[in-house]
């Protein structure tokens, strides 16, 4: 987590170093064609860790935009690599990992916080800041990213209310339920209108009905038309979703179920 919280610093910092050349590029992204719908692509991706062994190997499948995708498989199937090779927090040592039609192994350094801009995150370990409210929470979030404050005040209120937290804003995280402190961290995930919600195992910490809660947020936020990419060990969470199901073991793909449900193949 501390890791993935450097990231965000390291993005901050770039983003607000970053002059109008930034500002045209982000603008570009934006704009980028996905002339076949397809939003992700894994084309004979392979990642090895030290000198041998594959965490995932011979991946290739295609997440149309707009999708909902349930990412399963037992402890160390390749679940959370699958997750970060998307938002580039680790580069494939085989074949190519291709967002928006672009290859991620030509990113630069440069466009990195821009790629990961497009890309909202949740986590198991969700991080708030303790001595913030649910409100400030997420308005932080935009402040360090430079937003203006009539923005903020308009956004985060909108935002709380898709998550269902419009009544409980000016709560501290220790006021909250974990259940509803997962939906402060995906509201922040929100903020910056990602075109894709990556969610590693988002319900781990949370009871059956809180993890239901979640999985009916994700699918609503799916409905509103962004792509949600799941991963969970959660068979219920997996059912609810009752979307299409990739299945890893050992690292690689032994079910593609389009209407799946949670099973091992
Ligand atoms: N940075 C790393 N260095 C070395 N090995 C790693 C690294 N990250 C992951 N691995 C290994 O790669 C394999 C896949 O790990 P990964 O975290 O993707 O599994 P997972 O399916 O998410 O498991 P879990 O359900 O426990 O979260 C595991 O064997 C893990 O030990
Ligand atoms: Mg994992």
Known sequence: MEKREEILDEENINQMESGTDEMVEAAEMEERKIDDGVIIKFDNVKKVFGSDFAALEDISLEIQEGEFVSIVGASGAGKSTFLKLIYAEEMPTGGEVYFEGKPLSGI????????????????????????????????????????????????????????????????????????????????????????????????????????????????????????????SHDREVVNKAAKRVIVLERGRVVCDDARGKYKMC
């Open 108 to 231: 630069s350094r440069r466009k990195l916080p821009f790629h990961r801009r497009r890309i909202g995150t949740v986590f198991q370990d969700f991080k708030l800041l303790p001595k913030k409210t649910a409100f400030e929470n997420v308005a932080y979030a935009m402040e360090v990213s430079g937003a203006p404050t009539d923005e903020i005040m308009e956004d985060v209120p909108q935002i709380l209310d898709i998550v269902g937290l419009s009544d409980k804003m000016e709560k501290y995280p220790h006021e909250l339920s974990g259940g509803e402190q997962q939906k402060v961290v995906m509201a922040r995930a929100l903020i910056h209108k990602p075109i894709v919600i990556i969610a590693d195992e988002p319900t781990g910490n949370l009871d059956p009905v809180a993890s239901l809660e979640i999985v009916k947020l994700l699918l609503k936020i799916n409905k509103l038309g962004t792509t949600v990419i799941l991963a």
